[in-house]
């Protein structure tokens, strides 16, 4: 089975900085990874997604990650941070070959201050 | 198009009475997940279903809970009885069946007292 590690549970981060989100992974098969942000009282909404080829992924609101295969990392940046980018952040990742199977982290809690 | 639709959004209750709450997935999506959030355990997957039939319950806490899907547009997850610890945020996610990105609806926030 996979798991997934968010090494931040928080991140506070003033607006116009730069921002990293970090996140590792463990399976013993090939994988799929994802990005999901969560506003105050809303569901999950992806973010961005790694299925294969570039290792670098661009996602909506100028966010983008990198798939580090060989640190097992999948960590998630923002050059220029935006008060309404304040959110939780969860990765997650789930096997190629059974997808189903789809785990989060615990998610960090970006607070972008003004 | 509409998203993954979930009722009621939010559900206060007594404790020791029956919860039911309702999801509406994508149309044409054929995987359907439940998951619960939590401060302490995070999300968590419930169960879920590929074309209507449940392939995985291994995340469904106990007896007290059951989840259906009688048909493609429908599914339940029923609390009966319902307990003080099961308040969190239920949500349903789906999946097109050949797809790799799965869909969250905006969740039912329920309260149990």
């Known amino acids: 089975a996979q798991s997934v590690t968010q090494l931040d549970s928080q991140v506070p981060v003033f607006e116009e900085a730069p921002v990293e989100l970090r996140c590792n992974y463990s399976s013993s098969v090939s994988v799929y990874l994802f990005w999901y942000v969560q506003y105050p009282n809303q569901g999950l909404q992806l973010l961005l997604k790694y299925l294969s080829g570039s290792t670098l992924v661009k996602g909506i609101n100028g966010f983008e990650a990198e798939f580090n295969k060989s640190q097992t990392s999948f960590h998630l940046r923002k050059p220029s941070v935006h008060i309404s980018d304040t959110a939780e952040y969860f990765c997650?990742?789930?096997?190629?070959?059974?997808?189903?199977?789809?785990?989060f982290g615990a998610g960090t809690r970006l607070t972008v201050k003004p | 198009d509409a998203g993954v639709i979930q009722s009621p959004r939010h559900e206060v209750t007594e404790m020791g009475q029956e919860v039911t709450l309702r999801c509406k997935p994508i149309s044409g999506h054929n995987s359907l997940f439940w998951y619960r959030q939590t401060m302490m355990r995070g999300l968590e997957l419930l169960i879920y279903f590929n074309n209507n039939v449940p392939i995985d319950d291994s995340g469904m806490p106990e007896d007290r809970f059951s989840a259906k899907m009688p048909n493609a547009s429908f599914s339940t997850l029923k609390i009966q009885p319902s307990e003080p610890r099961d308040s969190a945020v239920y949500f349903c996610?789906?999946?097109?069946?050949?797809?790799?990105?799965?869909?969250f609806g905006e969740g039912s926030w329920l309260t149990v007292v």
């Open positions: 996610a789906t999946r097109a069946f050949s797809g790799n990105t799965i869909y």
């Open positions: 997650a990742v789930s096997g190629q070959y059974n997808n189903n199977d789809m785990r």
